[in-house]
């Protein structure tokens, strides 16, 4: 399917509309997933049918020099944990696309 609306997040929703599975994942070109990934995310998912999104972390894989404000804005970046413990976000936080399961 070829579409004139560029974005991600309009390709994105074009893929919702079109999937034909019980979940998604959303996996950016420069995400690299862990080999049981997919499984693991699949498992939790279908152990607990209340969950409508699953975040994971992202860990960088290169030692960079990063800016002194890197640490305060990684979460930009879906970089580090996005919750201190498992279970339903605090109000006001979001997952990361990336490596997101809906």
Not at 21 to 28: A, G, K, R, T
Not at 29 to 37: E, I, M
Not at 52 to 72: H, S, V, Y
């Amino acid at each position: 399917m070829y579409c004139n609306t560029p974005g991600k997040s309009y390709a994105l929703w074009i893929a919702f509309a079109k999937v034909e599975f019980s979940y998604v994942l959303i996996c950016d070109d420069d995400n690299q997933l862990f080999p049981d990934y997919l499984t693991c995310g699949v498992d939790i998912l279908d152990k607990n049918p209340i969950i409508g999104a699953l975040g994971g972390k992202g860990i960088m894989t290169e030692k960079l020099d990063l800016p002194d404000w890197f640490k305060r804005y990684q979460s930009t970046y879906a970089i580090g944990p996005q919750a201190d413990k498992n279970g339903p976000l605090k109000k006001g936080v979001g997952l990361y696309g990336a490596g997101c399961f809906f």
